[in-house]
T-cell receptor, first 112, second 112 residues
Framework: DTGVSQNPRHKITKRGQNVTFRCDPI?????LYWYRQTLGQGPEFLTY????????KSRLLSDRFSAERPKGSFSTLEIQRTEQGDSAMYLC??????????FGQGTRLTVV | GESVGLHLPTLSVQEGDNSIINCAYS??????FIWYKQESGKGPQFIID?????DKRQGQRVTVLLNKTVKHLSLQIAATQPGDSAVYFC???????????FGTGTRLKVLA
């Protein structure tokens, strides 16, 4: 499978716990995006990487959220001290220079 | 802030008919647009894109029309099939903003 891969697909966690999600983009893509999507809404932008540099962060990305892309390939999104409001689908997308963005299947987070 | 909106939250069409899904965008600087299809529990799937130097682009059974004068985008699906049932999002992108902006989506229901 040469598409965008996200792991895990589902995560249930207790409030207050930390969680980490992983995204493996399409190998030749240098651009990587994280989005969050709640039921009935369109995806909301969280952050953007060009290679290993994080160039844009949304105000939605509070201090409890951190994203990394250490070698310009895979990326991780960590949420610390999870809250029930963090429950959502977390989507990763990648693109090349001036090409369309392809999304992964997402990680569904449920905070109980 | 800038946003992408959709006129019709739900569209029901008979199998075999043509579907038209509309989208209004507000950022006149946006120069790239994508239509995505999203099935339940899955990530958005790329359908077709168009750049601002074009007003029409055709794919297999799908056509995207762009009217920059009124900032309007539409997706036409010919001979709609049950497998077309999904939520459709348009997304806009402006050079230098590093993000795609999505609207809330239109649910397409195909009636047998």
């Amino acid at each position: 499978d040469t598409g965008v891969s996200q792991n895990p697909r589902h995560k249930i966690t207790k409030r207050g716990q930390n969680v980490t999600f992983r995204c493996d983009p399409i190998s030749e893509h240098n651009r990587l995006y994280w989005y969050r999507q709640t039921l009935g809404q369109g995806p909301e932008f969280l952050t953007y990487f060009q290679n290993e540099a994080q160039l844009e962060k949304s105000r939605l990305l509070s201090d409890r959220f951190s994203a990394e892309r250490p070698k310009g390939s895979f990326s991780t999104l960590e949420i610390q001290r999870t809250e029930q409001g963090d429950s959502a689908m977390y989507l990763c997308a990648s693109s090349g220079q001036n090409t369309e963005a392809f999304f992964g299947q997402g990680t569904r987070l449920t905070v109980v | 802030g800038e946003s992408v909106g959709l006129h019709l939250p739900t569209l029901s069409v008979q199998e075999g008919d043509n579907s038209i899904i509309n989208c209004a965008y507000s950022n006149s600087a946006s120069d790239y647009f994508i239509w995505y299809k999203q099935e339940s529990g899955k990530g958005p799937q790329f359908i077709i894109d168009i750049r601002s130097n074009m007003d029409k682009r055709q794919g297999q059974r799908v056509t995207v029309l762009l009217n920059k004068t009124v900032k309007h985008l539409s997706l036409q699906i010919a001979a709609t099939q049950p497998g077309d049932s999904a939520v459709y999002f348009c997304a806009e992108y402006a050079q230098g903003t590093y993000k795609y902006i999505f609207g809330t989506g239109t649910r397409l229901k195909v009636l047998a």
